[in-house]
């Protein structure tokens, strides 16, 4: 039984460990507030539960928000707790899926800026780009970067951020947002005639547009030689899930 093995287990640990094994426990009794969206073919009840106790479980030591990491072996094992198949890429260096569930192969982001915007989503390393140092003008960042851009893209099949939001002091909101690829293959339309010049620190830029207005900006930063995507609308996007969750008091100076 999980009561008897927990007692069991307990029996072993010192003052310390008791200690830290009561927050959690703690913690994880706290009251929070779920929204998953009722069409989600990711999230269940059960994903979310999980996702959601690991969320608790993680702010009852710490105030800092989920990193990348951690955020990809939650949603690994949120995924295998709700049935699925998951498991993780062979190496966290490699720029292509991060995990694949079910036999999907998803791609997984953070964004948790302090100024992280409501409407828009900022990708901050969509991929490394060391090739940007031998570009000089609008059609050298076209011809170098479309074609990458679009093979890094059929790495995986899906996209997925995990957003934080500080919300009030002690309580962080995360939406659990997925980015739609065929959004980003938008990027095979963009000409030389988009990018925009570049810049002392070796940097462009270009906007797509399409009928339904901004679709995402791409960004080469030249000065930390990746490529960043930025202005992507919440509203183009696909929100599975969303969990508000108290941490421990920040620590004061």
Known sequence: MPLERLVAQAQLLDSAQLEMLGEMAEALQQPCEVRVAPASDLVSNEFSDYFL???KIHHATSEEKFKKVAFEYAFIAAARY??????KTRSQTFQGADATVNGAR????????????????VVSKFS?????RDCETPVDFARECLPRFLAHLDEYDRIATLRAFSVAPELVRYELVEIPKSLLMRAADLTEYDFKPRTKNGSSSALYKDSDGIAF???LDGSVEKVTLSRIPVQRCRVHASWTVPTIPEVQE
């Open 82 to 87: 709700a049935g699925g198949s998951a498991s």
């Open 128 to 132: 490394e780009a060391r090739w940007i």
């Open 217 to 219: 900006r791409l960004v």
């Open 53 to 55: 106790n690991r969320l």
């Open 106 to 121: 998803w791609s997984l982001k953070t964004e948790a800026s302090t100024g992280i915007s409501e409407s828009n989503i």
